[in-house]
């Protein structure tokens, strides 16, 4: 290699260094130059009184509400954030949007080029070709400072996720709707009367028996003959949930965190009340099922249709289904077996899980045409009532039973269904539902939600004179 050659290398790295500096500064410049139009509009906005008053101006490092940026997408009929981009807010149409509203536009679209000018310069990015790219084709935009502490907070505000390398923060984002668990509607918990009780414990008087006239001799004295009685004693027992919220979850979730938390924790009350109607025990020995070991479990509240029906099988109590499926016979030796407890179709109600009620669905009594005609299964797909009687489905049915009815975790494949008399029992309610939120100490930060309800399940004695309520038990799942 000759000096002369050497010579024409140095010259050409320099003249490249040059190009690159001035290249550099130029950016730099149009930065600038950005920046200040950005501030002059501001400054109009404001010296016009557009900025006073306003409700909602951002800050940054600050989360906004997500119904302030929803909002803000309609007013300028946006579909999304990427759409509300290429809105021009000194657009004639958009005069009639509030002033605030419309420099938290510019303010947004001001972060969003800056951060995009910034991986450009200094991460690589593509340059912008004639039309302004779109912002997801510069995949580093969120890796400067400056967009993470500016622009991202805002970017969440939209419900938009900010947590990878930038290049979807655009197209996709946070669903601003919470996909629940799904559950079934949990109707057998509302279908039970409710007795407000005056005092705790509270006793409720009924009539155990009647009497009837006899034949009375001429001038003979009668015997006195009184009706039995008896009394239903309710002691209310306290159900609570709670749950600790962080800020940050409130802050950074696109969905209204706060209000779902609040709607879960008063869910739960209803959820406890429905499994404890169907499968409560508070026997002293512990409960039925070798699974429900906690003393805080609501299960152990209150003896429950399960437990009632299987500790009243010498009297109709339950029926074996022969680890089978759900079939007509044994549905009508239900109704069958309580006697006139069980006649007045208004007042009964069968009660399935899942696996019974899709059973009872396939039924040919119910679901042939020429039967039962227009509420056939075969056209509704659903059982409304089965011989007149309302068909309950929930999801509190335990599908993980023995054939006696109860869990041992041993056999765990088995099913039960309910026939009940819904007159014959009650919730005994000292304390209606009721939910509680506020905000913990200062130092730590988040949401305090907390649910209550006072409650109990009572219903007539069974026995040899009462079986208002009958258990299927030992169903094939």
């Known amino acids: 290699m000759t000096k002369k050659t050497v010579a024409a290398d140095i010259a050409r790295l320099a003249d490249s260094t040059e190009k690159q500096s001035l290249d550099f500064k130029a950016r730099l410049l149009k930065i600038e130059a950005k920046q200040k139009e950005y501030d002059a509009k501001a400054a109009d906005f404001i010296s016009s009184g557009g900025g006073s008053g306003s409700p909602h101006i951002y800050i940054p490092g600050r989360t906004t509400s997500n119904s302030y940026e929803q909002k803000m997408l309609h007013s300028f009929g946006a579909k999304n954030l990427p759409d509300l ?18 420099l938290n536009l510019l303010k947004l679209k001001e972060a969003v080029d800056i951060s ?33 502490e500016v622009l991202v907070p805002m970017l969440r505000a939209f419900g938009t996720g900010a947590a990878g390398e930038g290049a979807e923060w655009v197209p996709t984002g946070i669903s601003t709707q919470f996909v629940e668990e799904f559950e079934l509607e949990k109707r057998v918990a509302m279908i039970f009367r ?27 004295a009668l015997t006195s003959a009184n009706f039995g009685t008896a009394v239903i004693s309710f002691d209310a027992t306290k159900l609570g949930e709670f749950y600790a919220l962080p800020e940050e979850l409130n ?16 869910e739960a009350q209803v959820r406890a009340r429905e499994t404890i109607i169907l499968n ?3 026997s002293g020995g512990g409960h039925m099922d070798a699974d429900v070991v906690a003393a805080t479990d609501a299960r152990k509240l209150a003896k429950g249709l399960r437990k009632l029906g299987l500790d009243n099988s010498g009297n109709g109590g339950d029926v074996n289904f022969a680890a089978g499926a759900v079939t007509v016979p044994f549905l009508d030796l239900m109704r069958n077996q309580g006697g006139k407890f069980m006649t007045g179709v ?4 069968y009660i399935f899980g899942p696996t019974g009620y899709n059973q009872a669905v396939a039924l040919t009594e119910v679901s042939s045409v020429d039967q039962i005609g227009n509420n056939a299964t075969l056209i509704t797909g659903a059982l409304a009532n089965f011989r007149g009687i309302p068909v309950m489905i929930s999801d509190f049915i335990r599908e993980d039973l023995n054939a006696s009815g109860v869990q041992d975790g041993i056999t765990t494949d088995r099913t039960v269904c309910h026939l009940v008399n819904l007159r014959r029992y009650w919730v005994g309610v000292r304390r209606p539902i009721r939910s509680r939120v506020m905000m913990d100490l200062p130092d730590q930060d988040r949401w305090l939600l907390a649910s209550y309800s006072r409650i109990d399940f ?15 038990r030992n169903i094939q799942v």
């Not at 450009?120 to 400067?144: F, R, W």
Request: with cysteine; charged share 20%.
């Open 346 to 349: 208004t007042d009964l109600a």
């Open 194 to 220: 409710d007795m407000p009780l005056p005092t705790n414990p509270w006793n409720l008087s009924v009539q155990s028996g009647v009497t009837v006239a006899r034949i009375a001799a001429e001038g003979t």
């Open 85 to 102: 981009l290429t809105k021009n807010a000194g657009f004639p149409g958009f005069n009639g949007v509030e002033a605030g509203m419309r």
């Open 458 to 472: 009572k219903g007539h004695a069974q026995g040899a004179t009462e079986t208002s309520t009958v258990v299927g």
């Open 251 to 266: 802050e950074d979730s696109a969905p209204a965190i706060l209000a779902i938390a609040r709607q879960e924790v008063v």
């Open 116 to 148: 995009r000018f910034i991986s450009q310069i200094y991460y690589g990015d593509k340059l912008d070709q004639g039309e302004v790219e779109h912002p997801a084709a510069c995949k580093n935009m969120l890796t400067s400072y400056y967009a993470r």
């Open 280 to 282: 409560g025990d508070d």
